[in-house]
């Protein structure tokens, strides 16, 4: 079964309007989770890193303000995109290595359409 | 991270087996090779990994050259539910915590 899970699989919203995306591992604690975004016949690109207790650490070109990260626990990272528009519609998808191992593993992923 | 190169797509009939090649001519000898695969619509799960000596596991085979700049995915008996992106990956044993990079993968197409 899934050890990283995403809620939800998939959103739609109205443009101006804020969307968040859980990710959650499952039977493993991650002090750090990776945030990827996908679009069409692309491949994943990784916006962010996520780490517990500190501050998200983000690629070029990722805006942090509109992209908003929390890592609020060994368990749960959440991306908030803010003030959404039709540009951001993509597959976002979240990863997580074990701490104890480092396997790692991703989410289902979750598809944002914006109007 | 050391670049892999991929074909862009491949072609496979239903239970005949499938070799997916990656190129790796820069890879260091700390870098593991990993295999992932994304299904339609889903985020990308594990394949196989290897370092040096050929893997097996319930769900391919991983065959390394003896120089290790190039290995082959081997899927025994392709079902149309291999249909997928499939990405090879060098991670570093010594970064192993890190974010994976993604290429363009091999989109693998099966007929029925």
């Known amino acids: 079964g899934a050890v990283v899970s995403q809620h939800p699989s998939w959103v739609i919203c109205k443009s101006g309007t804020s969307v968040k995306i859980e990710c959650r591992s499952l039977?493993?604690?991650?002090?750090?989770m990776f945030w990827y975004r996908q679009f069409p016949k692309q491949s994943l690109m990784l916006m962010a890193t996520?780490?517990?207790?500190?501050?998200?650490?983000?690629e070029q070109g990722v805006e942090k303000d509109k992209f908003l990260i929390n890592h609020a626990s060994l368990t749960l990272s959440t991306l908030t995109v803010t003030s959404a528009h039709p540009e951001d519609s993509s597959f976002y998808i979240c990863?997580?290595?074990?701490?104890?191992?480092?396997?790692?593993?991703f989410g289902e992923g979750s598809r944002l359409t914006v109007l | 991270d050391a670049k892999t190169t991929q074909p862009n797509s491949m072609e496979s009939n239903e239970e005949e087996p499938v070799h997916l090649p990656c190129n790796h001519s820069?890879?260091?000898?700390?870098?593991?090779i990993h295999w992932y695969r994304q299904l339609p619509s889903q985020g990308p799960e594990y394949v196989i990994h290897?370092?040096?000596s050929n893997v097996n596991n319930r769900m391919a085979s991983l065959a390394i050259a003896e120089d290790r700049k190039s290995s082959t995915l081997i899927l025994h008996r392709a079902t149309l539910r291999d249909a997928a992106v499939y990405y090879c990956?060098?991670?570093?044993?010594?970064?192993?915590?890190?974010?994976?990079?993604f290429g363009s993968g091999t989109r693998l197409q099966v007929q029925p």
């Open positions: 990863s997580a290595p074990r701490t104890s191992t480092g396997e790692l593993f």
């Open positions: 039977d493993f604690q991650a002090t750090t």
């Open positions: 996520s780490n517990e207790g500190s501050k998200a650490t983000y």
């Open positions: 820069t890879i260091s000898g700390t870098d593991y």
């Open positions: 290897g370092l040096t």
């Open positions: 990956i060098l991670r570093d044993v010594n970064t192993g915590r890190r974010a994976l990079t």
